[in-house]
């Protein structure tokens, strides 16, 4: 097989993929999203809450959309270029306090932003899991339920 052919069929390939994916509905698509990322060292949980957060242009809140001991996705319509610096803050559904800590974006989507915690503290990575943990609780008594994202009003969960 020449290079060309190999070429060929890859783009096919990837074509017909993107062809699938686009023909899904976006619940379908993060629900792919989440089984391709198994890979992860830490699985994402979804999870919509306010986040606030300070960039080198200001000071934002939109929402989270999922979260794990390693970052967060934040759902959100400002241009923050991939390597830029956070500082994000959110509350402890548990204690009600906030919990806050830094982050790189380090991958964009569009409709938002993911951000790796950067220097996190063992007592942080605790929080963070039990803040999983409760979330994990949650969803085993939520049955049937639909979450909509608040900001655009789309269905994703």
Do not use: C, W
């Not at 792919?32 to 809450?49: E, F, N, Q, T, V």
């Not at 999983?132 to 009003?153: M, P, Q, R, W, Y």
């Amino acid at each position: 097989m020449t290079n060309y052919s190999k070429h060929y069929i890859v783009s096919g390939i990837t074509a017909r993929l993107f062809d699938i994916i686009k023909g899904m509905p976006e619940e379908e698509q993060h629900d792919l999203l989440i089984s391709l990322s198994k890979g992860r060292k830490h699985s994402r949980k979804p999870y919509i809450m306010p986040i606030d957060y300070r960039t080198k242009d200001g000071s934002f809140r939109d929402f989270m959309i999922d979260i794990s001991v390693s970052g967060v996705f934040i759902e959100t319509n400002k241009e923050i270029p991939i390597g830029e610096d956070l500082l994000l803050n959110f509350s402890d559904p548990n204690t009600k306090e906030s919990i806050k800590l830094r982050g790189k974006v380090v991958r964009k989507t569009p409709i938002g932003v993911g951000v790796k915690f950067d220097n996190i503290s063992e007592d942080k990575i605790e929080i963070l899991k039990s803040f999983l943990k409760l979330k994990i609780e949650s969803d085993a008594n939520f049955k049937d339920g639909v979450v909509f994202s608040i900001e655009h009003n789309k269905k994703i969960k």
